[in-house]
């Protein structure tokens, strides 16, 4: 099993939909989680953390974490074509100062 | 603005020729990593510091080496980079390695 798993996509909503990006993860000591959203030859750009469960709403993001499902997940709510991008699940377990990257989930916005 | 700076943006270098790629940080971060990320892949940690204290993972290449020689500067060096390191290498820093990593721009490196 994957530490960190998601679905890697095409994942195609129209202009105004809201986009649902889900992520799982396997080791039950993982403390901090967040959302990066990466633009082709980019890098990386933190939109969200998450760290206690619940929802945490910024703007149009909302994360979401059920650690007792080890899975966290990220609604984008009107989506826009500049929403369109690749959108990268890390975990920090806390013990290590590392993150643990998901592979990513390619999120293409239709006008 | 409090930022994460990498130089060369784009680097081209010949098979063998050794390179160095730098990361400079104005947020005061504590740890700072250095990442390589190939097309269609996740970022992949080739080695972080804590302060002063170096951290290798275990399937970095002897190849690449960094240095840290002070709190904002922080250097990848490659020896004697093949094709197969052509890649985007960025780096990163977090305030205490449990929260938040912000990332550099990256730097494109081609290898001919």
């Known amino acids: 099993q994957k530490e960190v798993e998601q679905n890697s996509g095409p994942l195609s909503v129209p202009e105004g939909a809201i986009a649902s990006l889900n992520c799982t993860y396997s080791?039950?000591?993982?403390?901090?989680f967040f959302w990066y959203r990466q633009y082709s030859g980019k890098s990386p750009e933190l939109i969200m953390s998450i760290y206690s469960n619940g929802d945490k709403e910024d703007g149009r993001f909302t994360a979401q974490l059920n650690k007792a499902s080890q899975y966290v997940s990220l609604l984008i709510r009107d989506s826009q074509p500049s929403d369109s991008a690749t959108y990268l699940c890390?975990?920090?377990?806390?013990?290590?100062?590392?993150?643990?990257f998901g592979k990513g989930t390619l999120l293409t916005v239709n006008p | 603005d409090a930022m994460v700076i990498q130089n060369p943006r784009y680097q081209v270098t010949q098979f063998g020729k050794p390179v160095t790629l730098s990361c400079s940080q104005t947020l005061n971060h504590n740890v700072m990593y250095w990442y390589q990320q190939k097309s269609s892949q996740a970022p992949k940690l080739l080695f972080h510091?804590?302060?002063?204290?170096?951290?290798n993972e275990a399937d970095t290449p002897d190849n690449f080496q960094s240095r840290r020689p002070n709190t904002s500067f922080c250097f990848l060096d490659i020896r004697s980079p093949g094709l197969g390191d052509a890649a985007m290498y960025l780096c990163?820093?977090?305030?205490?390695?449990?929260?938040?990593?912000?990332f550099g721009p990256g730097t494109r490196l081609t290898v001919t």
């Open positions: 080791d039950r000591v993982s403390q901090s």
């Open positions: 510091y804590y302060d002063k204290d170096f951290n």
């Open positions: 890390a975990v920090n377990k806390g013990s290590n100062y590392k993150l643990t």
């Open positions: 990163a820093t977090s305030r205490d390695g449990l929260r938040e990593q912000y």
